[in-house]
């Protein structure tokens, strides 16, 4: 198959069947956790933008993640709590521009980067460490498989998954947030920062993924 020729194909059926994937027990919620690492990452960045130290993140099988966080203030706590779920949003456009792009090892190299520093310097619980290391290995079996075909399925499945994930993680951010607004997690922490409603922190969020969402998909339609 021809990957040039057929890019947008490969895409369209790629992205409907990572829909059915994520829906899959153990496996769906073990390929999500990837949207779990880039938005606590997110987190990390701003933190270190603001000094602050990161003393750990946990990365869950539930698919949800935890960072903790000394000497940030209530102006950097703000922007810390602002930064997960935007990151991951510019990070699923960047990957489907590089797909467009058939730079499908720099998306890998990307993400091993990433997985790398995490398990270097934060994620210090027990699946999130394990995790890392199946989804690495995975990472560098396919790269090292040197299969165009199988590398391009790989990062295309991801990358779809992580813009799948956008919209996902933000639609339940609105639902805790309505019914529970103190345990709705970044928008309850941008409340308490602002004193603007969880609600419309989550709707903010929900409205930002989907703009990018339609530039990523915009790519290929």
């Known amino acids: 198959m021809n990957l040039k020729d057929n890019l947008y194909l490969i895409f369209l059926l790629l992205f409907v069947l990572s829909i059915f994937l994520i829906k899959i027990p153990v496996i769906g919620k073990f390929i999500r956790i990837i949207n779990t690492l880039f938005h606590e990452t997110g987190h ?96 560098v079996l396919v790269i090292y498989n040197e299969n165009d075909l199988i590398i391009a399925i790989f990062t295309i499945t991801i990358s779809c998954i992580m813009l799948i994930e956008t919209f996902i993680s933000n639609y339940n951010l609105i639902k805790i947030a309505y019914k529970s607004p103190g345990n709705a997690g970044d928008a309850t922490l941008l409340k308490s920062s602002t004193y603007i409603p969880s609600i419309l922190w989550a709707l903010l969020f929900l409205f930002f993924s989907l703009y990018f969402a339609y530039l990523s998909l915009k790519l290929f339609l």
Request: a positive charge; glycine letters at 4%; hydrophobic letters at 60%.
């Open 44 to 139: 990390a960045i701003m933190a270190l933008l603001f000094n602050s130290e990161i003393y750990r993140i946990e990365l869950l099988k539930d698919t949800s993640g935890l960072i903790k966080i000394n000497g940030a203030s209530k102006f950097s706590t703000f922007f810390i709590a602002l930064a997960g779920y935007p990151f991951v949003a510019i990070m699923s456009y960047l990957f489907l521009y590089l797909l467009k792009l058939e730079l499908y090892l720099v998306i890998l190299y990307l993400i091993l980067f990433v997985a790398i520093i995490n398990i270097t310097f934060w994620v210090r619980n027990v699946y999130g460490i394990i995790w890392i290391i199946l989804f690495s290995a995975l990472s």
